[in-house]
């Protein structure tokens, strides 16, 4: 598969760059629109590991975001072939791979889990069980992995894999897709020498399966800089200075510098990438005056460039334009199987939240048990009912906002991993959360089951079946809908932070507008309304009635 790129140009106006545009505004440059690519043109070709470069602030990552279609704000002008035929982003995201610099995994799965859930969701509907596996363990093999096989991902920096495990990882959940083409951002950043050495050989390997393969890259050392085929050099301004081979031990690339006049000789044993750098900077652009990227378009270089671009994007005589069936590998029952199972596996390798909500269940359960005891029995008076009504209150907003705050952090995690799924096409949102939901319900029953338990017996209601059970389906559904709500409010805001913070002022009215602290009849007429909306009245109103 060949990606041509005849003229890609992108004027964003994303958050990313507002700060950068506002200072050229300043300046007196009077352009509404930045312009961070300006006339990139080139191709990348199966079996060819190229290094997309350039200083901070070229264009690099904003490049690689335009041709795997991560970039969704701004403008993009021209064309970006496949094999001849323009790029459809729906099909693309099925034939493509996407490193992020950030490894990006749900920290309570093992490595073989994480490589089995992508497999299962990206590899076409035909593909068995065993061929799968199969996939998985050459795979596993391919990035050095298997003797990690059973290691939990865990978070990073905190527990689990190394920075440079989890960088395989990152490209091992690429690659059990099976895909064509494969960008990496940065796979080598934050590694030490032999991190990025170990790294560098899995892309190597990766790249000899005869798959299209481009890596942003950073101040690469020598031995990783002569692992690429093929260099594509831009300078800040987003234009491409040079496109094409490095050569054996980057031969072609110095004596393409090297040739022209004034920029100075590279030392022996000095790092070409280092040297290629600080030849073409901007400071050196204006102490010379060469304009490197004047000097690229004038050269033999780059119309060799466009003759061959020219070729591959004319599709072979006889091939047809890539095409699905369905927008998804999977069925939409499948989907909701495999993110069930991931889930579930999450959950029960996860006893800070598990165990720690079942022992602060039984705890407070104690509590209120011996703080209201036998009050159930006691209905002599008003103040005795008021008492009964009390118990049933703070109970349930003790263990509501318990429930609430408990479960954020959990969601928090997985989101930032459901945006790298949804973004690789592996699943529609509907799946993922019809699974994350029922993963919870199990878990909320026992909760309530210890609870209801606990208390009925202790505060010593009724005991009758109908009586009992309607306490424990108020206490179900009351622990639920807290649950659900946490959750609700992590994805509705940007971050876990934001969402503590907007539910807890929730929290507050709900047990306002409760009908405890003031009953409905006293609660002014203009306000009366959110009593209907305060779920907290509707589970109190359902206590204290059965």
Same mark, same amino acid.
């Given at each position: 598969?060949?990606?041509?790129?005849?003229?890609?140009?992108?004027?964003?106006?994303?958050?990313?760059?507002?700060?950068?545009?506002?200072?050229? &505004?300043?300046?007196?440059?009077?352009?509404?629109?930045?312009?961070?690519l300006?006339?990139i043109?080139?191709?990348?070709?199966?079996?060819?590991?190229?290094?997309?470069?350039?200083?901070?602030?070229?264009?690099?990552?904003?490049?690689?975001?335009?041709?795997?279609g991560?970039?969704?704000?701004?403008?993009?002008?021209?064309?970006?072939?496949?094999?001849?035929y323009? &790029?459809?982003?729906?099909?693309?995201?099925?034939?493509?791979?996407?490193?992020?610099?950030?490894?990006?995994?749900?920290?309570?799965?093992?490595?073989?889990?994480? @490589?089995?859930?992508?497999?299962? @969701?990206?590899?076409?509907?035909?593909?068995?069980?065993?061929?799968?596996?199969?996939?998985?363990?050459? /795979?596993?093999?391919? /990035?050095?992995?298997?003797?990690?096989?059973?290691?939990l991902?865990?978070?990073?920096?905190?527990?689990?894999?190394?920075?440079?495990?989890?960088?395989?990882?990152?490209?091992?959940?690429?690659?059990v897709?099976?895909?064509? !083409?494969i960008?990496?951002?940065?796979?080598t950043?934050?590694l030490?020498?032999?991190?990025a050495?170990?790294?560098?050989?899995?892309?190597?390997?990766t790249?000899?399966?005869g798959?299209?393969?481009?890596?942003?890259?950073?101040?690469?050392?020598i031995?990783?800089?002569?692992?690429?085929?093929e260099?594509?050099?831009?300078k800040?301004?987003?234009?491409?200075i040079?496109?094409?081979?490095?050569?054996?031990?980057?031969?072609?690339?110095?004596?393409?510098?090297?040739?022209?006049e004034?920029v100075?000789?590279i030392?022996?044993?000095?790092?070409?990438?280092? +040297?290629?750098?600080?030849?073409?900077?901007?400071?050196?652009?204006?102490?010379?005056?060469?304009?490197?990227?004047?000097?690229?378009?004038?050269?033999?270089?780059y119309?060799?460039?466009?003759?061959?671009?020219?070729?591959?994007?004319?599709?072979?005589?006889?091939?047809?334009?890539?095409?699905?069936?369905?927008?998804?590998?999977?069925?939409?029952?499948?989907?909701?199987?495999?993110?069930?199972?991931?889930?579930?596996?999450?959950?029960?390798r996860?006893?800070?939240y598990?165990?720690?909500?079942?022992?602060?269940?039984t705890?407070?359960?104690?509590?209120?048990?011996?703080?209201?005891?036998?009050i159930?029995?006691?209905?002599?008076?008003?103040?005795?009912?008021?008492?009964?009504m009390?118990?049933?209150?703070?109970?349930?907003?003790?263990?509501?906002?318990?429930?609430?705050?408990?479960?954020?952090?959990?969601?928090?995690?997985?989101?930032?991993?459901?945006?790298?799924?949804?973004?690789?096409h592996?699943?529609?949102?509907?799946?993922?959360?019809?699974?994350?939901?029922?993963?919870?319900?199990?878990?909320i029953?026992?909760?309530?089951?210890?609870?209801?338990?606990?208390?009925?017996?202790?505060?010593?209601?009724?005991?009758?079946? /109908?009586?009992f059970?309607?306490?424990?389906?108020?206490?179900?559904?009351?622990l639920?809908?807290?649950?659900?709500?946490?959750?609700?409010?992590?994805?509705?805001?940007?971050?876990?932070?934001?969402?503590?913070?907007?539910?807890?002022?929730?929290?507050?009215?709900?047990?306002?507008?409760?009908?405890? !602290?003031?009953?409905?009849?006293?609660?002014?007429i203009? +306000?009366r309304?959110?009593y +209907?909306?305060?779920?907290?009245?509707?589970?109190?109103?359902?206590?204290?009635?059965?």
């Amino acid at each position: 598969t060949c990606i041509c790129l005849p003229d890609t140009e992108d004027g964003s106006n994303d958050e990313s760059t507002s700060n950068h545009a506002t200072e050229i &505004k300043a300046q007196g440059v009077a352009e509404s629109r930045l312009e961070l690519l300006k006339g990139i043109s080139g191709s990348f070709r199966p079996g060819v590991l190229t290094a997309l470069m350039g200083v901070s602030g070229a264009g690099k990552t904003t490049l690689m975001d335009v041709l795997a279609g991560r970039k969704t704000s701004g403008y993009i002008e021209g064309n970006i072939t496949i094999s001849g035929y323009p &790029k459809k982003q729906e099909t693309f995201a099925r034939v493509s791979g996407y490193c992020e610099q950030n490894d990006i995994h749900s920290p309570n799965v093992t490595v073989y889990e994480s @490589l089995a859930f992508s497999s299962w @969701l990206r590899l076409p509907a035909n593909v068995d069980s065993s061929t799968r596996k199969m996939f998985i363990d050459e /795979v596993m093999e391919l /990035v050095e992995l298997s003797p990690l096989r059973d290691a939990l991902v865990g978070l990073p920096g905190v527990s689990g894999l190394s920075t440079e495990q989890r960088k395989r990882l990152t490209i091992a959940v690429e690659l059990v897709a099976n895909p064509s !083409i494969i960008f990496m951002d940065e796979p080598t950043s934050g590694l030490d020498a032999r991190a990025a050495a170990i790294v560098m050989r899995a892309i190597r390997n990766t790249v000899d399966t005869g798959r299209t393969v481009v890596c942003t890259i950073h101040q690469p050392s020598i031995d990783i800089f002569e692992s690429f085929d093929e260099l594509f050099l831009m300078k800040r301004g987003g234009e491409e200075i040079y496109v094409g081979p490095l050569g054996r031990h980057s031969c072609e690339l110095i004596r393409y510098f090297e040739a022209i006049e004034d920029v100075r000789k590279i030392k022996d044993g000095y790092n070409p990438s280092t +040297w290629m750098l600080e030849v073409t900077s901007a400071t050196q652009e204006q102490m010379t005056g060469i304009n490197f990227s004047q000097v690229y378009k004038n050269s033999e270089l780059y119309r060799r460039n466009k003759n061959l671009i020219k070729e591959l994007s004319t599709p072979p005589e006889g091939s047809s334009d890539l095409s699905f069936p369905t927008q998804y590998s999977q069925t939409f029952l499948t989907q909701c199987f495999a993110c069930l199972w991931k889930q579930s596996l999450s959950y029960w390798r996860n006893p800070p939240y598990t165990a720690v909500k079942y022992f602060y269940t039984t705890v407070i359960a104690l509590l209120f048990g011996t703080m209201f005891w036998g009050i159930g029995k006691k209905r002599h008076n008003q103040q005795d009912l008021f008492n009964a009504m009390g118990s049933m209150y703070s109970s349930v907003l003790f263990m509501g906002v318990q429930n609430s705050a408990s479960v954020q952090p959990v969601v928090a995690v997985e989101r930032t991993v459901f945006y790298r799924e949804r973004a690789a096409h592996m699943y529609s949102p509907l799946p993922y959360a019809l699974g994350q939901v029922a993963i919870e319900l199990p878990y909320i029953f026992v909760q309530s089951l210890i609870y209801g338990v606990l208390v009925y017996a202790m505060i010593g209601f009724e005991w009758t079946a /109908v009586k009992f059970f309607w306490y424990l389906f108020f206490m179900y559904f009351t622990l639920a809908y807290f649950t659900f709500y946490g959750m609700m409010s992590v994805g509705l805001t940007p971050n876990y932070n934001v969402a503590s913070v907007a539910s807890t002022a929730f929290y507050a009215l709900w047990n306002l507008f409760s009908g405890f !602290i003031t009953p409905r009849t006293r609660i002014p007429i203009w +306000w009366r309304w959110y009593y +209907w909306l305060s779920p907290i009245a509707w589970t109190l109103n359902g206590l204290v009635t059965s």
